[in-house]
């Protein structure tokens, strides 16, 4: 069973453009939430997607958002981005509010 | 206030020796979830054991073992046998679900366990 894959592993971006990255769930699995890691604040929440509906939000600003696709494939966006940014997102997957969430690998922003 | 504490920024063990991670909690919902993860410097995320607030029986998974006692808020990971291969930082996270666990998980901010030869 494939596990959960996020894309890009890197990106370098300068301040002021904007990102997409791109998380693949296990397959059948329907919730879909995204996480940012930095060394200053540690794993926070950014948001979390159930059957293609946001179900809620970190406190993050408006310039971070997402989606989720029919498959349960999603997709978030930073728009603006600013130095703080950089950091490392990860993608976890589970079947429902259930007693697993599986990571993906994560990708590592840099915003230059 | 923190709703999870790692009270052991970082642990250095010997080889083959048993390790206790500390991990304590707070949260008023009744139903709600206890994770562990391993982030190896890879930055990949790897879940290790779940305990669930109803679960009668400590969870087991391998080396791995939860040491829960509700009334103390109390989930700490005990890892048997320690092995250089789990030299990581390892994440205690909590789901509270009577919200739909909708917040997603709250993570502590770890402890870095390096295991010497």
């Known amino acids: 069973k494939a596990g959960v894959t996020q894309t890009p592993r890197y990106l370098i971006k300068t301040r002021g453009q904007q990102v997409t990255l791109s998380c693949s769930p296990i397959s059948g699995h329907r919730s879909v939430s995204w996480y940012q890691q930095t060394p200053g604040q540690g794993l926070q929440f950014l948001f979390e997607y159930f059957s293609e509906t946001q179900r809620n939000k970190g406190n993050f600003p408006g310039r971070f958002s997402g989606r989720q696709f029919s498959n349960s494939r999603s997709e978030m966006n930073v728009s603006t981005l600013e130095l703080g940014d950089s950091a490392l997102y990860l993608c976890?997957?589970?079947f429902g509010t259930g007693r697993e969430a599986f990571f993906g690998q994560g990708t590592r922003l840099t915003v230059v | 206030a923190q709703k999870i504490t790692q009270t052991q920024p970082g642990m250095f063990v010997q080889e083959k020796e048993a390790v206790t991670l500390d991990c304590t909690y707070d949260?008023?919902?009744?139903?709600?979830?206890l994770f562990w993860y391993k982030q190896p410097s890879s930055g990949e995320m790897i879940f290790l054991i779940y305990q669930g607030s109803y679960d009668q029986q400590n969870a087991t998974e391998g080396r791995y073992s939860l040491n829960f006692q509700k009334a103390r808020k109390s989930a700490n990971l005990v890892i048997s046998a320690s092995q250089l291969g789990d030299s990581a930082m390892y994440f205690c996270?909590?789901?509270?679900?009577?919200?739909?666990?909708?917040?997603?998980?709250?993570f502590g901010k770890g402890t870095h366990l390096i295991i010497q030869p």
């Open positions: 996270a909590m789901r509270e679900v009577s919200g739909g666990g909708a917040d997603g998980l709250t």
């Open positions: 949260t008023s919902d009744p139903s709600y979830g």
């Open positions: 976890a997957s589970s």
